[in-house]
Structures are given as C-alpha cells and as structure tokens.
C-alpha cells in the first residue's frame, strides 16, 4: 500500500500494539464503529508523512488481523516492559540505518490526528542535538492538572524538557499554598496563569541510534517512581525536545469506560 510522503516524510512510524494490557485485555482487536481499534490506528499513521508504518505486537492474534488488513508487522517479544523497548526490537529486525527517524504511535490512540505525528518527526529533525521530540499542549483546568493520569511537563527556554510528573508541576506557591489547584481560592490565580502548565502528549520520535542505547540504560529510580519510561532518559542525561501545539488531541482507550466514550463518539458523528 503506498503511503503519502509530507514535509516530515523520510521517517518509519511504529505502532506497538499489546494484546496483554491490564486494564483492557486485547484493545487492540475491540471494536470501534465497524473497524478494530488497531486497524484504526495504522489508517491514521497512514495519512501522515511516514514513508513506512509497522505495527509492532507480541500476539499471533493481533499479527493475524493486521497482516490481513495489508500492514506491515514485526512479531516482537512478549518480555518489553514498555512501548520504547519494543521499538528497539523493531529497529534491529527491520536493520534500520542509525539516523533512520522512528515515531512511537501509540496502538490505543485511535483518534490520533495524523498531523501530530508529521509535527514530532519534523521537531526530532529540527533539533539534531536532542536524542528525543515529543508534544505538549496547554492545561486549561485544574482539574485535568490535579488528576495523575495526566502526565505533566516542564521545559525550559530552549524547549526541552526538565522533568515529567503525575503531579501538579509547576507548583504555584503563593497562590495554593498546601491545598493545590483544586481549592476555591487558586482557581482564579490559574486562569490568570494557565499557560504555565503543559499536558504531556505520549508521541514520541526517536533517531534508531537512540533506541539501541535506551535498551540498555538500567531502569531509573524517577521512572519507576512516576511510571513514566521517558525519565529514563532524562535520568541518564539525554535531552528532549518538547514542542507545544494547538492541535487538538483526543484521549485514548485505557479502560472500557474510554473505550465506550470513543465508541458513541464516532457512532454519532456518522449519524
């Protein structure tokens, strides 16, 4: 199947899709609206510039139903312990060339606007310092920003980031005192501030240079703290490029609530 090329084309998109997830055993092959949610994913990453999408899955099942569909897929161990592992793998068995820019599109993101994935792969070529780009966008309720299941950054003046957290970062002191954003008084100091805080978007680019070297980095003790495998790297020293955008970014499918919500919003909109 040909694959358009963009203005960040020259990079290979990687789909890791787990048929053993914790919260909702085999995602990947649920339906959404008459396709599967894997299925979904991949005709997303093909509307954008890659010039090469592989799904990457530990389940003969998964490999099945996406050879079928006509995708590329490399059947990888069931023993990574997250997405960025899995992508090493990939990267050895294709023999991608060092430089070969890899974008890491997560396999729940069935929404995922195709547009995305050409911005982080054009920052990742921008900023050839970086071993890393991923995206952000801004938090405009304290509520989003108080709960843990959104990942928090902060960048500092080039763009790159200084931490990752579950926690509300940066903590505004005067203004929240020991209470956090959620008390009746902080509410008006974070409309006057909410550019300060950036939701993390999980869309990361990778050099295939830098995948190697990540899977052989020991686990931090940040990232096992947060759960949050990017601290690795910042951990060990290497920078990431955080690129904030406008464009709007579902959420995806961790629970069958989510999955649910996707589901009536896409039946609806066909209405």
């Known amino acids: 199947m040909s694959q358009r090329q963009g203005e960040a084309g020259g990079f290979v998109a990687v789909i890791p899709a787990r048929y053993a997830s914790s919260r909702l055993p085999g995602k990947p092959l649920e339906d959404i609206a008459g ?77 995922l606007p195709p547009a995305l994935i050409d911005v982080v792969a054009q920052s990742l070529a921008e900023h050839p310092e970086v071993a890393m780009a991923t995206l952000a966008e801004p938090i405009s309720e304290p509520d989003t920003l108080s709960r843990a299941s959104v990942v928090k950054v902060v960048r500092d003046a080039n763009g790159r980031a200084l931490y990752f957290s579950r926690a509300p970062i940066p903590w505004q002191r005067d203004a929240w005192g020991d209470q956090g954003p959620q008390s009746s008084a902080a509410q008006a100091a974070f409309n006057s501030a ?21 899977a052989e980095l020991p686990t931090a003790p940040l990232e096992a703290l947060e759960q949050l495998e990017q601290l690795r790297a910042l951990y060990h020293g290497y920078r990431i490029q955080v690129e904030v955008t406008d464009i709007e970014y579902p959420a995806g499918v961790d629970t069958p609530a989510d999955l649910e919500r996707v589901r009536h919003w896409l039946e609806s909109r066909d209405e």
């Open 194 to 214: 909410n550019a300060s805080w950036l939701r993390h978007i999980g869309l990361y680019a990778y050099r295939a240079s830098f995948l190697h070297e990540y």
């Open 35 to 111: 396709q599967t949610m894997i299925e979904r994913v991949w005709r997303q990453a093909l509307q954008s510039g890659a010039e090469r999408v592989v799904i990457a899955t530990e389940d003969q099942r998964i490999q099945r139903h996406a050879e079928a569909l006509g995708a590329e897929v490399v059947l990888t161990s069931v023993d990574h312990e997250n997405g960025t592992s899995r992508l090493a793998e990939v990267v050895e068995t294709l023999a991608l060339p060092p430089a070969t820019r890899v974008v890491n599109v997560q396999g729940d993101e069935p929404l």
